[in-house]
Each structure stands twice: as C-alpha cells, then as structure tokens.
C-alpha cells in the first residue's frame, strides 16, 4: 500500500496493523508508506451483526483479514468462491468490473484493494434485494470463518 493517504476527520479511527489509532480534534492526513499495511476504517468497518447479504459476506471475510483477525491464507479460498458466486447474479458490466479488479487484488493479497472493490457493490446489491423476492432456503453463500481468539 505504498504511498497510500488516509484522510481523517476529527475523532474518527483506523485500525492499521492491528492497532487502533484515533485522530485528535482536527482533520489530519496520513501518508502509510509501509508496503502492504493493513488498514481499516472503523467507520466503515461492517459489524457481524450486518452480514446478511452475499456481497456483505464476502466484504467481512477481508474485513477479518485487515483486522488480523484471519489469515490471508484462511480466508483465499472463500473469498474467491463468493466472488465467483457474486459473478453468477451481478452480471451487468460495471459490477463484472469490480468483481475482476477484486479478484486480482485477492491473487495479490492486497486485500484493502478487493475491499475497496466490493464495497462498490453494497448500493447495488442493496437495489436488487430490495426488489428480489427472497432466495431460497439454503443458497446463501457460506459464513465467514471463525475469528481467532
């Protein structure tokens, strides 16, 4: 993630390398220089509570791995098979877009990249399942992995 800048506003938190950091009263830039640092907006952060969706699924298993909380390894397999699964319904160009630069960004393991790329999803999916009838008991995608302690 070289060269990547975080802008913050005041009192608002990012997790990088599995450290809370809070901004002071002002707004402030960081520049992270550090190659593949692992980053994580708090605010934007997805609560367990809130995967109920496919494209969500997918967003918390990388969630996990920026957090620390699940390793890159661990996690690989089941994010691909959701984007797979997401490729199957989201077929329309743009999201096909978002879904190919997601992949590539998971081969790589940069994942804050491939989170970035399906959190462009969440407004659209959030249209479709609003005018979707219900999916059928059993097709959901499969749960995140298991948190380590």
Same mark, same amino acid.
């Given at each position: 993630m070289s060269g990547l800048v975080l802008k913050l506003g005041p009192r608002e938190r990012v997790l990088i390398n599995g450290a809370v950091i809070e901004n002071g009263?002002?707004?402030?830039?960081?520049?992270?220089?550090?190659?593949?640092?692992?980053?994580?907006?708090?605010?934007?952060?997805?609560?367990?509570?809130?995967?109920?969706?496919?494209?969500r699924r997918v967003c918390y298993?990388?969630?996990?791995?920026? %957090?620390?909380?699940?390793?890159?390894?661990?996690a690989k397999r089941q994010?691909?098979?959701g984007i797979e699964q997401l %490729?199957?319904?989201?077929?329309?160009?743009?999201s096909r877009a978002q879904l190919t630069l997601a992949t590539g960004a998971v081969l790589e393991n940069a994942h804050y990249q491939a989170l970035k790329a399906l959190r462009a999803l969440l407004a659209r999916e959030e249209r479709l399942m609003g005018s979707a009838p219900a999916a059928p008991r059993g097709t959901t995608s499969p749960p995140p992995p298991e948190a380590h302690p």
């Open positions: 009263d002002r707004r402030t830039r960081l520049a992270i220089v550090t190659p593949n640092a692992n980053i994580l907006r708090l605010r934007d952060a997805i609560h367990p509570d809130q995967v109920n969706t496919p494209v298993i990388l969630q996990l791995v920026l %957090s620390g909380d699940v390793t890159p390894d661990e994010v691909l098979r %490729s199957q319904v989201l077929t329309d160009r743009d």
